[in-house]
């Protein structure tokens, strides 16, 4: 983030993260709508950042965003274990949420692309329930194909003004539109988010409370979508190259100079 106060950043496996507060994450939002400009916000967890482990343009495109918040608590573990720490799980859904409440009384307007047809739609219907006075500009599935970005692209434009546009593709693709994007439309806020819209949407259930204050909403959403199962083999092999850094870290720390 520019600006005379930048954010903290840590190394976790070669991905940039920001050691941000949730509240701190909305300030930054916040200043990049007013800000004008296009700004990329992406969400790091485990499962991405073994995909950019092997993906070196897709690590590229994490590494040069204007805001990656810690979503989630293996990337917590990770750091505090390398001596890093960062402060806090900003989950990337909630963020949504305080955006959304923060939005409707500045009036800013979204846009919801991405997910199941339909799916954004009754998401943009359900988060304007929620937050009155929210606007929502446009909301549609399109396609991550690039065979498709101006005919979204146009769609985004015709809905201006856009101050925040949510993408739901899913990672890598969500991230690869964005930065495909980014600089052809004005919108000061272009998030990956994920399958959030489907929890927006009412469709897939969230965690209850109880289990996000123990960190424990990995294992139910596996219990609830069990096909999940094949993209969590990633968290052992994240843990062990997560613990593999942190003795290398300690080690270079260890050595006489």
Same mark, same amino acid.
């Given at each position: 983030m520019?600006?005379?106060?930048?954010? /903290?950043?840590?190394?976790?496996?070669?991905?940039?993260v920001?050691?941000?507060?949730? #509240?701190?994450?909305?300030? !930054?939002?916040?200043?990049?709508?007013?800000?004008?400009?296009p700004?990329?916000?992406?969400? +790091?967890?485990?499962?991405?950042?073994?995909?950019?482990?092997?993906?070196?343009?897709?690590?590229?495109?994490?590494?040069a965003?204007?805001l !990656?918040?810690p979503?989630?608590?293996?990337l917590?573990?990770? !750091?505090?274990?390398?001596?890093?720490?960062?402060?806090?799980? @900003?989950?990337?859904?909630?963020? @949504?949420?305080?955006?959304?409440? /923060?939005?409707?009384?500045? %009036?800013?307007?979204?846009?919801?692309?991405?997910?199941?047809?339909?799916?954004?739609?009754?998401?943009a219907?359900?988060?304007?329930?929620?937050? +009155?006075?929210?606007?929502?500009?446009? =909301?549609?599935?399109?396609?991550?194909d690039?065979? #498709? #970005?101006?005919?979204?692209?146009r769609?985004?434009?015709?809905?201006? +003004? @856009?101050?925040?546009?949510?993408?739901? &593709?899913g990672?890598?693709a969500?991230?690869?539109?964005?930065? /495909?994007?980014?600089?052809?439309?004005?919108?000061?806020?272009?998030?990956?988010? $994920?399958?959030?819209?489907?929890?927006l949407? $009412?469709?897939? +259930?969230?965690?209850?409370?109880? !289990? %996000?204050?123990?960190?424990?909403?990995?294992? &139910? %959403?596996?219990?609830s979508?069990?096909?999940?199962? %094949?993209?969590?083999?990633a968290?052992?092999?994240? =843990?062990?190259?997560?613990?593999?850094?942190a003795?290398?870290?300690?080690g270079?720390?260890?050595?006489?100079?």
């Amino acid at each position: 983030m520019s600006g005379p106060h930048p954010l /903290r950043a840590v190394d976790v496996l070669g991905v940039r993260v920001h050691d941000v507060t949730q #509240d701190e994450a909305l300030a !930054a939002l916040d200043a990049f709508v007013r800000g004008g400009s296009p700004h990329r916000v992406v969400t +790091p967890n485990p499962e991405i950042i073994m995909a950019a482990r092997r993906d070196a343009g897709y690590r590229s495109i994490l590494n040069a965003s204007d805001l !990656a918040i810690p979503d989630g608590i293996g990337l917590l573990l990770a !750091a505090r274990l390398a001596g890093t720490p960062i402060r806090s799980h @900003v989950r990337g859904t909630d963020l @949504v949420e305080t955006l959304a409440a /923060r939005s409707a009384a500045s %009036r800013w307007r979204w846009f919801l692309l991405g997910a199941e047809p339909g799916v954004a739609a009754e998401a943009a219907t359900r988060l304007a329930a929620r937050h +009155p006075g929210l606007e929502i500009a446009g =909301a549609m599935a399109g396609s991550p194909d690039p065979a #498709d #970005d101006l005919t979204i692209r146009r769609a985004i434009q015709e809905a201006a +003004p @856009v101050h925040v546009l949510l993408v739901a &593709y899913g990672a890598p693709a969500q991230e690869r539109w964005i930065a /495909r994007n980014q600089a052809a439309i004005d919108v000061p806020v272009q998030m990956g988010v $994920g399958g959030a819209f489907n929890f927006l949407a $009412g469709r897939s +259930p969230r965690a209850p409370a109880w !289990a %996000r204050r123990l960190e424990l909403e990995w294992a &139910y %959403r596996l219990a609830s979508e069990p096909w999940r199962w %094949r993209r969590q083999l990633a968290l052992p092999v994240f =843990a062990a190259l997560s613990a593999a850094e942190a003795m290398r870290r300690r080690g270079e720390r260890a050595a006489p100079r």
